[in-house]
């Protein structure tokens, strides 16, 4: 029964959805990819929202729940039937009412299951698409027959494009820079490497002069001759560097000075849980990509992790990596063999990385250095008594494993976790 109300709802929300649209006439951006949609969908509002009217995807909001809510401007109701209702009657208001609405929608669009995008644009028309980048096993994989099947339920989206729209590429990204040859749109391409039109170069971590650790990325951003400083505090990351590039990218697409892009991105701060720095008991560094983790983004992780220059100890704090489907076993073991050159203790958060684990000492990492446990909670308290000066502390995991409680428990001030962590909604609060 709660399915089929599910669906009534989710059709309700996009017929309202559709219509707002072709009554108000947004342009559309949608942001899609295995990696980095949250963090360059706020990028890109970063960019552009001084120019324009904009509204964007509240945290996540990329399903066909999620799309619709943000179109309407509405909050996830969860189990309430009354607010699903408001919701509803909102909606229904915008279409019948004249009422002042956005210029610009910046939409993330994902997929959990094969027909999820390939559903939204049928009516989801953009006149930008960003597609950031894929991997050898995507996040959510289980559901899909292989990497392929991923790739093309994402191109749905790129065949949805406005005929005089503009196409956004990461040509790092094999699978993502292919969609160049499949559109006629206006194509731009950012990178790091090759014949990119946006590149970033010079990348850096800014480590305090004081105590040395990290607290923000530095990068140089190139395009037809120009070279502009690119400074983002409060975040690492090569990521959140490609998801600068993508937004910096539309800003170009849209006729914005890049100069002034470039400073718009000053305000621009990474969402919760997504290599976030957090001030830790006794003085540690944590950061906090607890929102979810697949092994493209756990890889990016960990090799952030170890290529810091500090001192003190690394810490990796890891729970399992889900919905990988038949890739489970070998993509944790292959994250352990990093995560073995990564860091100085190792600590694993549930059954599939015991595999994890078992790599890494494998791999050479001292077995005494090895923590397992089967949920964060155990974790939390545990690791909250071995903390030393200065550590340095990645914790990630997939949703389910629930690692936001592990920074917690072990962040200086556990008072400003609503304000820094993610999941901290009351309904996720009771799970």
């Known amino acids: 029964m709660k399915n089929i109300l599910k669906k009534i709802i989710a059709k309700i929300l996009e017929i309202e959805a559709w219509s707002i649209i072709k009554k108000y006439k947004p342009k559309i951006i949608a942001i899609t990819g295995s990696v980095g949609k949250t963090s360059t969908k706020d990028a890109i509002y970063s960019v552009i929202s001084k120019s324009f009217h904009v509204r964007k995807s509240e945290k996540s909001f990329n399903s066909d729940i999620g799309v619709p809510l943000t179109i309407l401007g509405c909050n996830n109701a969860w189990n309430n039937p009354i607010k699903w209702l408001q919701n509803i009657c909102h909606g229904l208001s915008l279409i019948i009412f004249k009422h002042s609405y956005p210029e610009w929608l910046v939409l993330e669009v994902g997929a959990d299951r094969p027909g999820d995008i390939r559903k939204i644009a049928k009516w989801l028309k953009p006149d930008v698409v960003v597609v950031t980048k ?85 990068f140089k951003v190139e395009y037809l001759g120009n070279c502009l400083p690119v400074k983002i505090i409060g975040t690492l990351g090569m990521n959140n560097i490609y998801s600068c590039l993508a937004a910096l990218s539309v800003g170009i697409s849209l006729g914005l000075n890049l100069v002034e892009s470039v400073e718009n991105l000053s305000r621009f701060v990474t969402p919760r849980g997504r290599m976030s720095l957090i001030k830790g008991l006794k003085g540690s560094v944590i950061i906090d990509d607890t929102y979810n983790s697949s092994p493209v983004a756990l890889t990016s992780a960990l090799e952030t992790l170890r290529d810091l220059k500090i001192k003190n100890r690394k810490i990796a704090i890891l729970g399992d990596m889900m919905e990988l489907g038949k890739h489970t076993a070998e993509a944790h073991k292959e994250a352990g063999i990093l995560a073995a050159t990564a860091c100085d203790i190792l600590v694993t958060v549930g059954l599939r990385s015991r595999a994890l684990a078992e790599s890494a000492i494998d791999a050479g990492l001292d077995e005494d250095s090895v923590l397992q446990f089967d949920s964060s909670e155990e974790a939390g308290l545990y690791i909250k008594n071995i903390i030393q000066e200065r550590d340095t502390i990645l914790v990630k995991g997939s949703q389910s494993t629930r690692m936001e409680k592990i920074v917690k428990e072990i962040m200086l001030e556990p008072e400003q976790a609503s304000e820094l962590l993610v999941r901290q909604d009351e309904e996720w609060l009771k799970r």
């Open 134 to 218: 894929f991997s050898k096993v995507p996040v959510h994989i289980e559901y899909f027959k292989d990497k392929n099947a991923v790739v093309l339920e994402k191109g749905f989206l790129v065949n949805a494009l406005k005929h005089d729209g503009t196409l956004v590429l990461n040509s790092d990204d094999e699978d993502a820079f292919a969609f160049k040859n499949k559109t006629e749109n206006k194509v731009i391409t950012y990178g790091l490497e090759g014949n990119t039109e946006v590149r970033a170069t010079n990348y850096s971590v800014y480590y305090s002069e004081k105590t040395a650790e990290p607290f923000g990325i530095y």
